[in-house]
Structure formats: C-alpha cells, structure tokens
C-alpha cells in the first residue's frame, strides 16, 4: 500500500479542505449575528431594569486539611536569685490540628516544641489529643484522649492565653508547670437548669509530671469532678462559680485529695468590647495528702488577679499569691505580680511581668519576664 | 361528659397555642433573626447571639449562648469567615447534632450570594483579610433575598409541612424588597458617585448598591486601628475630593474621625450595620430606612 502523497494529491485535498472551512465559517458568522442581536437586546433591557446582580466570584480556601496553626512563646528572664541570672529562649512551639472527623466527632491536636529548663534541650510532645463527641443524646458530651483536666480556670486555658507570663505559686505547687493535663476520658452534662450549669466527671489514668498526682505500675485512677456554673448579670457582666473535686493515688503508694473553688467575674461592655474590659478572678485550693498510715499533709492555697483592659491593645494584670507547701503548710509562699500585656493584633502580643515572692523559712527574690507570642495560621477561641 | 369535653377544649388550645413559635432557632446576627422572623412568622421563635450594636467579628463566647443553641432545631450563620471567631466553639458545646455544619438545622446564609473582594491568596501582612470574601454582604438589600432564600429553605427542610407557608412569606418579602430598594434607590440618587470615607471596610455591598465611592478607610489596614500616617492621608484626600462624610459602626470609637472632623470640617455619621444598632431600627427594612435617611441628609 501505497501511503506517499505527491504534490497533485496535495492541492486539491487543500483546495476541499479550505472550501468546507470556509462554508463553515459563512455558516457561523451568519448564526453569530442572530445571536450578537438577542444578546444586544438582553443587556439593554438589563440596562433599563437596573437590576445589577454582583458577579458570582469562586469560594477559596476549600480544602478537607484539618486547620492548622502554630504559637510560639519566646521569652526572656531575670531572677534575682541563684547563678544564673538572665536567660533567653523560645519557651515553647505549638502546633495545632483542629477539625471535624465526621458528623459524629470532632478531633483537637496541640503537639508541643518546649525547652527543657534543666538540660535546656527542646523535645516534642503531645500536650492534648482529644475526640469530642458532637451528638451523644441527652446533653452529654464524651472527650476521649489526652487533654487539660477540668479544674477550675488556669488548668484547663493554654499558658498564652492568660493574661500574665509565670503561673501562680499554689496552682504549680498542686500541678506543676504544666498543669493537670492526662490520657483518659471525660463525661459532661449540660444541666437543665436556666442558667448555664455543667457538671463534668474525668477518669485519666493518671498524673505523668504532677507534684499532687502519680502514675504507679498499678491500676489506679485519677477521678476528677467539676461543677461549672456561669450566670449573666447583665448585658456586660457576667459570673462564673465552678467546684472541683479530684482524687487520685500519689507517689507515697496513697491518696491526694484536691478540693477548688474558681469564681471569675466579668465586664465587657457589648458595645465596645474589644476596647474596654474588666476580669476579676480567683481560685482557692485545699489539699488533703496522705503520705502513710501516720503521716498525713493538709494545706491551702490561693491567686486572685484583677485584670484591667485600659485601651484598646493594653491590658494591666495585678495578681496576688499565696500558697503553702503541700508537703509542709508552714512553709508559705506570697507573691505579688503586675503584668501589662499589648496587643499588636488577635496575632500578636508582648507582655512584661514583674514578681516578688516572699517565703517564710527563706530570703524572697524577684523576677521579671518579657513574652512575646505569635500566631501563624488558625487559631480558634478560647474560653470565655 | 361536658366536662371531658371542656378540658379536651382547653388541651387542645394549649397544644395549638404550644405550637405557635414552635420551631427553635438562633442566630448568630440580628438582621438573621429579623429576616427569619419574616419568614418564619408565628411558626418560629428566634433569638440572636450577637446584638446590632455589637462588632459582629469579635463576639464573646458566653457559655450561656451554649443553652439556646442546645435546644434550637434551627441554626442560621451569616457565614463566610465573620463568626469563626466564636461561632464554631458554640455550635461544637452545643451537644446539639441537628444544627451541626452539614445537618439540616444548618443554614449558611451566604450560600448563593455574589462575592465581592474574594481575595486570590490570603497574607494577614494585608490586615484582617477574609478568606471567602467580604462577609458584609447583608448590607446589599438584594442580598436579603438570597439570605430570605436561605433561610426559607432552612424551615422547609424540617418543617416540610408548612412549605407553603413560608413560600407565600418568602415571596411577600422579596415584593417588599423591590418596592422599598425603588424609594430607597430613588432617595440616593441624587447622591450618586459621592465619595465618603469609611471606618472599617464593611460597606462594600452597600456602596455598590447605591453607587457610592469609598475613597479610603479609617483603618490603614482592616482590623488594624488608625496610625497617625494614616490619619494624615485621610485629611489630605478629604480636602482634596471635598468629601463631606466620614461613615463608621456603633462599636468604633470616634477618636480619630474627631480629629479629621476637627482638621477638615468634614462631618461624622455613625450608621447602622445591623438591626438593632439604634433602638428605631427594629426590621431589617428599618436598617436602610434608616442609613438612607441619615446619609442623604448629610450629604445633601
């Protein structure tokens, strides 16, 4: 066969192509009119009707990725005490991992980048990886995993969104630095009451770093109850008076038990609410820890701030502490704190603190930190 | 017997007089809440989360808001990213599966309407960028009808049984919206092309519907608070376009138009962005009743 096409095949192959191209474009041109001519009369009638629709634009930011964020503390200190005095460091990175899972569920991930202050090495960690549950009946709600227990206001809030940099004396003497923050499950209720009331039980396996609390090798629970009571006073004043209970096994092979009472009050006026605002709140702790059959601890401790919005980015924290050693109720802590925190945006804030404690069975020391976080990507609320 | 039957009588008009306002539902804005009212009529009892004095972006997560949204059958969001600061937090404590994002109880309000100032790629460097678009779109009356849209569908979605009735309601409200957008649309037009300044850049639907021209704005950037520079720039455009208007929201303070004010003469007018900003403002007719009125009066 054969497929070679010499000049004569050529031409009029070109010749009939061009014909039936160009009949077809006569074809079109004469239907383009008619159309051109309808289209014309539409936008004119549109014209005199003047009944201009905004352009239909494409939606952005469609993806099924979790909202992903990240905080970062960096800080600077002084202590007036000890060899080292000065110190400067990137406390700590957090990344968050926040989305629904399915109509079901919803699952909150915050993996942490911290220094250690000891070996000053930075590990990660997982500070809370939870599920949520969004439609159990009968107003409950089931949070599985690793998370911030819920004692009273400080426990349960990431480090920086509270309005000063250190944490108070008796919430770390009974916690530690970070706080009650363990794997287990936690059941709430939503009381049906008019008021806001919700009553909430955890069970976590245990304490991992928790100067109250132990994880041992045996089959022990930390049980936690928490009643959280939140009453609007007025459009811009609000209450909230929450009981805690927990008992758990410690590192004596016995039990702590942890009673608190948090009260907050609140001023924030509708109107000018991110100009002007006022929170006044307190959390009072008593300890019961039995160490042996004979020796047995009890001891108590407190921090009340007030914190005072004074423009639209400053914020003026004053905070007073008091606190005795859980192992020893006569060795006391106080300590009295002011911090003014500026906001350059939801994104942004520098914050300035300066501390002095005073302890009975020793000299008292000062401290100033300065904080500066910042906010990458998403960022959800936080408690109100 | 007459006695059975009297108190049958009387339980049946407390069931039927239960059944009035029935249908549960809360909103995240006041002009959601008016909207559904009018759909909804006697069907439905609303309550709103944010009041029309307040900065629709930066509501306070009161738990107390976690009560009605647990016991509402309805859920209606003006949508976009304007209530991500606080909404979803709600609606995830509300323990509530039927307005959960995706149920039928879930009615985002923006579904359907034309987006302005949709951006192409997001850099916070540019201030409070929304992702979707400028979520004020319940400033352009027009709009009202895609939201009124919404928001009917909503209510048939699950009370089927009373479709027609908030058809008829549906469409009694789209003829009011075109018989007032004539009145309001002839009272601005005098006022065409009149350049102004704004506070925050939340007026985008509104200047486009009544052909205004927003020169410039308060804010340097959106979300960020006047600089003095910027204030500089803002008294040189004023008197070099002889605008007479600086236009702001109840929940911006004046400090900085009061010194434009001072340097230029130019006058400041606090309208409404949302019912209930003032205490004449009680429909979502009322909120441009009231905007129209107050702006041709000073730019007259």
Not at chain 1, 176 to 180: H, S, W
Not at chain 2, 213 to 224: A, L, R
Not at chain 2, 272 to 282: E, L
């Given at each position: 066969m054969n497929l070679q096409f010499g000049p004569k095949k050529i031409i009029p192959v070109i010749v009939l192509l061009s014909a039936i191209i160009f009949s077809n474009k006569t074809v079109a041109q004469t239907d383009s009119t008619a159309t051109d001519s309808v289209l014309l009369k539409q936008i004119e009638q549109q014209m005199q009707t003047n009944t201009e629709v905004a352009p239909q634009q494409t939606r952005s930011g469609i993806s099924s990725n979790p909202d992903i964020g990240v905080v970062a503390d960096f800080r600077a200190s002084y202590i007036s005490q000890g060899k080292k005095n000065f110190d400067a460091y990137l406390n700590e990175t957090e990344i968050s991992f926040q989305s629904v899972v399915d109509p079901y569920i919803r699952a909150d991930f915050f993996l942490t980048f911290g220094r250690d202050p000891v070996t000053n090495k930075y590990g990660a960690a997982v500070e809370e990886g939870y599920l949520t549950t969004l439609s159990l009946p009968a107003k409950l709600q089931l949070k599985v995993g690793k998370f911030r227990e819920a004692?009273?206001?400080?426990?349960?809030?990431?480090?920086?969104?509270?309005?000063?940099i250190d944490l108070p004396n008796a919430f770390v003497n009974y916690f530690?630095?970070?706080?009650?923050n363990d794997e287990g499950a936690s059941l709430s209720w939503l009381l049906p009451t008019k008021f806001y009331s919700e009553l909430i039980f955890q069970a976590t396996s245990g304490a991992s770093e928790s100067p109250s609390f132990y994880r041992g090798d045996n089959n022990r629970f930390i049980y936690l109850g928490h009643l959280k009571n939140f009453f609007t006073l007025s459009d811009n004043t609000t209450l909230e008076f929450g009981l805690s209970g927990i008992t758990g096994p410690n590192d004596s092979s016995s039990t702590t038990n942890i009673g608190a009472i948090d009260l907050t009050y609140k001023w924030k006026p509708v109107q000018l609410n991110t100009y002007k605002s006022l929170t006044w709140q307190s959390e009072f702790f008593y300890s019961n820890a039995k160490y042996s059959a004979n020796k047995m601890s009890n001891s108590f401790g407190l921090y009340s701030f007030l914190e005072y919005?004074?423009?639209?980015?400053w914020f003026l924290t004053g905070r007073y502490d008091y606190a005795q050693k859980p192992y020893n109720k006569n060795i006391v802590e106080q300590a009295y704190s002011l911090s003014a925190g500026w906001l350059a945006t939801e994104f942004q804030k520098i914050e300035f603190e300066g501390k002095v404690t005073n302890v009975n069975i020793q000299s008292g020391f000062n401290q100033f930190w300065l904080r500066w976080i910042f906010v990458i990507g998403a960022h959800g609320a936080h408690q109100y | 017997m007459k006695k059975i039957i009297s108190i049958f009588s009387l339980l049946l008009i407390i069931i039927s007089g239960a059944n009035a306002g029935s249908i549960k539902v809360v909103t995240t804005t006041m002009d959601m809440k008016s909207i559904t009212e009018m759909i909804g009529g006697n069907k439905v009892s609303v309550q709103t989360i944010a009041t029309g004095y307040q900065n629709p972006h930066f509501v306070d997560p009161k738990p107390s808001y976690i009560i009605s949204l647990s016991n509402a059958d309805l859920f209606v969001t003006v949508g976009l990213d304007l209530e991500t600061g606080w909404s979803p937090q709600l609606l995830s404590s509300?323990?509530?599966?039927?307005?959960?994002?995706?149920?039928?109880?879930?009615?985002?309000?923006?579904?359907g309407v034309g987006l302005l100032q949709v951006p192409s790629s997001v850099n916070r460097g540019e201030g409070d960028i929304h992702i979707y678009g400028n979520p004020h779109y319940w400033l352009d009356p027009l709009n009202g009808k895609v939201i009124a849209r919404n928001i009917a569908s909503g209510l048939e979605r699950i009370d089927p049984a009373n479709k027609d009735f908030y058809e008829a309601n549906l469409h009694a409200f789209f003829a009011k919206i075109d018989l007032k957008l004539k009145e309001w649309d002839a009272k601005m037009a005098p006022f065409k092309g009149s350049k102004i300044i704004a506070y925050h850049n939340e007026w985008v639907y509104f200047e486009r519907r009544f052909g205004l021209?927003?020169?410039?704005?308060?804010?340097?950037?959106?979300?960020?608070p006047p600089s003095p520079s910027q204030l500089v720039k803002v008294i040189k455009e004023v008197t070099a376009n002889k605008i007479k208007v600086i236009i702001s929201s109840p929940y911006f303070t004046t400090s900085s138009s009061d010194v434009v004010a001072k340097q230029t003469g130019v006058k400041e007018l606090t309208l409404?962005?949302?019912?209930?900003?003032?205490?004449?403002?009680?429909n979502y007719f009322d909120l441009f009743d009231y905007d129209v009125d107050q702006l041709t009066a000073v730019l007259k």
């Open positions: 004692v009273g206001r400080i426990n349960p809030t990431h480090p920086h969104a509270l309005p000063f530690g630095e970070e706080g009650l919005q004074i423009a639209k980015r | 509300s323990r509530n599966s039927k307005i959960q994002k995706g149920s039928p109880g879930y009615v985002d309000a923006s579904e021209q927003i020169v410039d704005f308060m804010e340097p950037k959106p979300g960020i409404a962005t949302s019912v209930g900003a003032f205490s004449s403002i009680k």
